[in-house]
């Protein structure tokens, strides 16, 4: 089974400044997606953005980026210029390519906290 | 195009009684997707819907937990005899075909058991 994990319960930046929220995951599977989800208070599950581990080249969605490495099982989320709209919780997913049953492997999360 | 629509919002209930989750999955979506989250935990997917099929259970507990996606209406939910360890936040997803590509979710459902 897969597994993700987020070993950062929370984080803490100052407004403008750019932090990295880290991810690693368990996987047999050679070929697979990978996601950030963004939870704010309101609980509505937002994507921020998407990997196929089949691409080598990092996604990036304007301020945020990921640092995908393949071989550690590593997937990290580095969001610059951060601001008081990006607190919230941020939630590392795993989802195999074969057929999309079991849906998403969801690490426990990580609360970002915007210093202003 | 309304995004997928989950109601309600909060629902209160008593040991004992049944809970119905409801979700209406984006406009033209035929894949549905269940997740539990329990206070300070990710979501743990339980189940995955076509319409009138239950593709995949096996994270839905066998006892008091059923699930449906008829061919017209939304999905539900349905939790009979709830205890207080039902108590959580679930939210539906659902997308076009299966989730490799973008999920939506809907906003969740909190179902507080007193």
């Known amino acids: 089974a897969q597994t993700v994990t987020q070993s950062q319960p929370e984080m803490s930046v100052q407004e403008a400044e750019t932090v990295t929220l880290s991810c690693t995951y368990d996987t047999s599977e050679s070929d697979y997606y990978l996601f950030w989800y963004k939870q704010p208070p309101s609980r509505q599950m937002i994507l921020v953005i998407r990997q196929e581990a089949y691409k080598q080249q990092n996604a990036t969605e304007n301020r945020f980026s990921v640092n995908f490495q393949k071989a550690a099982k590593s997937f990290s989320l580095k969001i610059s210029d951060s601001q008081l709209g990006d607190a919230a919780m941020y939630f590392c997913?795993?989802?195999?390519?074969?057929?999309?049953?079991?849906?998403?492997?969801f690490g426990k999360g990580t609360h970002l906290i915007i210093q202003p | 195009n309304a995004g997928v629509m989950q109601n309600p919002r909060h629902l209160v209930r008593r040991r004992g009684q049944e809970a119905r989750l409801r979700c209406s999955p984006m406009k033209g979506h035929s894949h549905v997707y269940w997740y539990r989250q329990l206070p300070e935990e990710g979501l743990k997917f339980m189940v995955y819907?076509?319409?009138?099929?239950?593709?995949?259970e096996s994270g839905m507990p066998k006892e008091r937990f059923s699930a449906e996606f008829p061919k017209e209406g939304p999905s539900i939910l349905r939790i009979q005899q709830v205890v207080r360890g039902d108590s959580a936040a679930y939210f539906c997803?659902?997308?076009?075909?299966?989730?490799?590509?973008?999920?939506?979710f809907g906003q969740g459902t909190r179902l507080t058991v007193v």
């Open positions: 997803a659902s997308s076009p075909e299966n989730m490799n590509t973008e999920a939506f």
């Open positions: 819907l076509q319409k009138e099929n239950i593709i995949d």
């Open positions: 997913a795993y989802l195999g390519r074969g057929g999309g049953a079991d849906g998403l492997t």
